[in-house]
T-cell receptor
């Protein structure tokens, strides 16, 4: 079983719609969680950190549920430019990041 | 930012390859990741103060170096076809602050 698991998608989303997806993690020692965005053939870029209290950054909302060991990302009012692969990431002690396989999102006009 | 070279590379099975990474200014921790097509990045190893201080599930033919100026190399010996991937370098402060990826080196083994 992979340490961080994601639905690979693709999630086909009409422009302006809301899309949400989760990932699950198995390492209970994980301390920090992040969502990264990766465009085709580019490096991953930090989208946002994820906190238990939930956090919002513009149209993006992230949530952590430690009891059920899952992380969610919600994108409101989807834009064409939101088309990308979203990587769920956990970090235990040290600087090693553990990535999920990514969820592909395609926003269509 | 973090710069990696070369951007693309084609090697033959059995050869050796060296990939290079220059850290972001002020960052003295360097991590390397392998990202196969359609998968998430996988942690290879991390260097701090010129010593390896963390390693993922990769064989010993994957080795690295960190230099006093915090730049780094990833060396892969006896290349296999499955080593074809995007290799990402990331630098950060020791506490993980400012974790930043380079744009990667795309290695193709034929």
């Amino acid at each position: 079983r992979k340490e961080v698991e994601q639905d690979p998608g693709p999630f086909n989303v009409p422009e302006g719609a809301t899309v949400a997806f989760n990932c699950t993690y198995s390492n209970s020692a994980s301390q920090s969680f992040f969502w990264y965005r990766q465009d085709c053939r580019k490096e991953p870029k930090l989208l946002m950190s994820v906190y238990s209290s939930g956090n919002e950054d513009g149209r993006f909302t992230a949530q952590l549920n430690r009891a059920s060991q899952y992380i969610s990302l919600l994108i409101r009012d989807s834009k064409l430019s939101d088309s990308a692969t979203y990587l769920c990431v956990s970090k235990a002690a040290g600087n090693k990041l553990t990535f999920g396989g990514g969820t592909r999102v395609l926003v269509k006009p | 930012g973090v710069t990696q070279s070369p951007t693309h590379l084609i090697k033959t099975r059995g050869q050796q390859v060296t990939l290079r990474c220059s850290s972001q200014s002020g960052h003295n921790t360097v991590s390397w990741y392998q990202q196969a097509l359609g998968q998430g990045p996988q942690f290879i190893f991390q260097y701090y103060r010129e010593e390896e201080n963390g390693r993922g599930n990769f064989p010993p033919r994957f080795s690295g170096l960190q230099f006093p100026n915090d730049s780094s190399e990833l060396n892969v010996n006896a290349l296999e076809l499955d080593d074809s991937a995007l290799y990402l370098c990331a630098s950060s402060a020791p506490d993980g602050y400012g974790y930043t990826f380079g744009s990667g080196t795309r290695l193709t083994v034929v």
